[in-house]
């Protein structure tokens, strides 16, 4: 089946600083989507790429499919952007996510 | 105001018993979700609806059961037959391009 794999899988920064987060992805998919689990367990959707690059915010989002791979650019960070960051792919087969383990972000004061 | 509601927000349960975690929407959303988290991981797809009166298996559908009756309401039981129950789950609704999750039942078993 599909691997996920991100990396780091821990990231402390001081906060104000910038940040590169990477999910790779070992077979053709349909999209990638972006997430972000605060320290309470929510979920929210951050972005829904399956290539190119997106903004919003402080945060941004590469896609290169052709390569197996995205990226989350966090800008400026700040404590409130404390959490775990997830990359999902759409299987081609059946539509459903595949999660990576995530990675682990502290954004310290 | 719309959104995901999951109920219990924790659950503890006995060896052997069924156990049944809800989730409700009121965003309209035909397709609705079970995920399981364990720590340290990515989320794991138990069982999806798209529509009313249907559902799938996911990957790790063993020992769960649910029914999609209304639109609204996706309900999970976990069964005795699960060997491992105890995890974070989560429910989700939405399309392909974005799901909503609701804040989640967090189930321990004693």
């Known amino acids: 089946g599909i691997q996920v794999e991100q990396s780091p899988p821990d990231l402390i920064l001081q906060e104000g600083a910038n940040s590169t987060l990477r999910c790779n992805f070992s077979?053709?998919?349909?999209?990638l989507q972006w997430f972000h689990q605060n320290p309470w367990g929510q979920l929210i959707n951050l972005f829904y790429?399956?290539?190119?690059?997106k903004q919003n915010g402080r945060l941004s989002a590469t896609t290169v499919a052709t390569e197996r791979y995205s990226l989350l650019y966090i800008s400026s960070s700040q404590t409130t952007d404390s959490g775990v960051y997830f990359c999902?792919?759409?299987?081609?087969?059946?539509?459903?996510?595949?999660w990576g383990a995530g990675t682990k972000l502290i954004i310290k004061p | 105001d719309g959104g995901i509601t999951q109920s219990p927000k924790y659950l503890f349960r006995k060896e052997g018993q069924n156990v049944t975690l809800s989730c409700e929407q009121n965003?309209?959303?035909?397709?609705m979700y079970w995920y399981r988290q364990d720590p340290g991981q990515g989320l794991r797809l138990i069982y999806y609806?798209?529509?009313?009166?249907?559902?799938q298996k996911g990957d790790i559908a063993e020992g769960y059961s649910v029914s999609r009756e209304k639109k609204e309401s996706f309900p999970l039981t976990v069964t005795s037959a699960q060997k491992n129950p105890t995890a974070f789950y989560l429910c989700?609704?939405?399309?392909?391009?974005?799901?909503?999750f609701g804040p989640g039942t967090r189930l321990t078993v004693l």
């Open positions: 609806s798209q529509i009313v009166n249907d559902f």
């Open positions: 790429i399956p290539s190119g690059t």
């Open positions: 965003l309209n959303h035909d397709a």
């Open positions: 999902a792919v759409e299987r081609r087969s059946n539509y459903q996510l595949i």
């Open positions: 077979d053709s998919v349909n999209n």
């Open positions: 989700a609704s939405g399309q392909r391009d974005t799901q909503y």
